[in-house]
Nanobody, 119 residues
């Protein structure tokens, strides 16, 4: 199984980026997807998640600015990030976990994509 994250870059505060996580080797419709981020010196935190039924969940700091979605035909999850702030600067990782996996199962990780927001 593979996850390939892309779409990161350098953007000014207030700008937008769209991250993509393309997967292979999964029955994608049976996989819960999530985006995490890790800033320097900090732990990796959950940013947003989307279940196989389309139910979404967001970290409070990104609610109203970020939107997670999925395309079960393209086996890809997306994170649309609008109104970006310097504190959104981090490496963003996508995560895939079977809907049947135990809740403490770590899932699979992509390689990460750097997002840098300048003030």
């Amino acid at each position: 199984v593979q996850l390939q994250a892309s779409g990161g870059g350098l953007v000014q505060a207030g700008g937008s980026l769209r991250l993509s996580c393309t997967t292979s080797g999964y029955m994608f419709r049976n996989v819960d997807m999530a985006w995490y981020r890790q800033a320097p010196g900090k732990e990796r935190d959950l940013v947003a998640s989307i279940s196989t039924t389309g139910s979404t969940n967001y970290q409070d700091s990104v609610k109203g600015r970020f939107t997670i979605s999925r395309d079960n035909v393209r086996n890809t999850a997306y994170l649309q990030m609008d109104s970006l702030k310097p504190e959104d600067t981090a490496v963003y990782y996508c995560n895939a976990r079977s809907k049947w996996a135990p809740t403490n199962h770590p899932g699979d990780w992509g390689q990460g994509t750097q997002v840098t927001v300048s003030s």
